[in-house]
């Protein structure tokens, strides 16, 4: 019988609790963030996570912490990591895993705030990449964890899952918005159009104009948006924002599909 293990349950069986319900946290924001198109949050989410991942690797290894958190460097602790004895710590503890982590960390630090204006905004390419090196980082965290457990199907399905690519389902060209979700209703069509530009103000038409994109009729989009009713503010220029309520139905909407 599969073993019903969560993530969590198979990383702490190496590291410290605390330390990886903090890198889960930050690493689904850091997701949820990515299959959003909100690239510098994902970006944030993933330097988060690393400082977590680190703090669980110094643990693991007989380390300890600094009282304050504001204390921990990211640099100091992959140097003293590197510096263990081979015999005691196998590489991916000692060597990979830090590694990968400074290399992201420095993408998220150093990059996006600090781009030219007149460069490509770098950030949805740091956000693919620090992406993909922190699920690989929390696949050999599992792969480490669970080496020599009498049943590792459910960790290596686990492992696979983290190391496939992850796509947004969010995406803009020149202006035009795509949900890449199937079946997508015009009603959440119209709320999540208003939810991504948010709090910036939407006309009817660009609203109506989005659903329609999205595979419905020009009839159905009027409806849409006729029915938003209490879950938007309307203003004199006939522009409407998401209230409260709306964006709580967006955030449901978003928790529904799993993204």
Same mark, same amino acid.
């Given at each position: ?114 781009? &030219?204006? &007149? ?113 938007? &503010? ?16 967006? &955030? ?8």
């Amino acid at each position: 019988m599969p073993s019903e293990r969560t993530l969590d349950q198979f990383l702490k069986d190496s590291f410290a609790g605390v330390h990886v319900d903090r890198a889960l946290k930050h690493f689904n924001g850091m997701i949820a963030a990515f299959q959003q198109g909100a690239w510098e949050q994902a970006i944030a989410k993933a330097a988060k996570f690393v400082e977590a991942v680190l703090k669980s690797l110094v643990l693991r290894t007989g380390g300890t912490l600094p009282t304050s958190s504001r204390e921990f460097k990211v640099d100091r602790a992959i140097n003293e990591l590197g510096q263990l004895a081979q015999v005691s710590f196998p590489d991916s503890v000692r060597l990979t895993i830090p590694r990968a982590c400074r290399f992201a960390y420095d993408v998220a630090c150093n990059r996006g705030a600090r781009h &030219d204006p &007149d460069e490509i905004d770098p950030n949805e390419m740091d956000a693919n990449v620090v992406t993909a090196i922190s699920s690989w980082i929390l696949a050999e965290m599992i792969r480490y964890s669970q080496k020599g457990a009498l049943d590792s199907s459910a960790a290596s399905e686990l492992v696979r899952g983290l190391t496939e690519r992850k796509y947004p389902f969010v995406e803009e060209i020149e202006g035009r918005v795509y949900f890449h979700i199937d079946g997508i209703s015009a009603p959440d069509a119209a709320i999540l159009t208003l939810w991504h530009r948010h709090p910036a103000r939407r006309t009817k038409e660009q609203i109506i104009a989005s659903v329609i994109r999205h595979g419905h009729n020009r009839k159905n989009a009027q409806m849409a948006v006729a029915r938003l009713g209490r879950l938007v &503010d309307v203003d004199e220029h006939e522009t409407l924002r998401l209230l409260q309520p709306g964006l709580r139905r967006a &955030d449901e909407l978003v928790k529904s599909l799993g993204i």
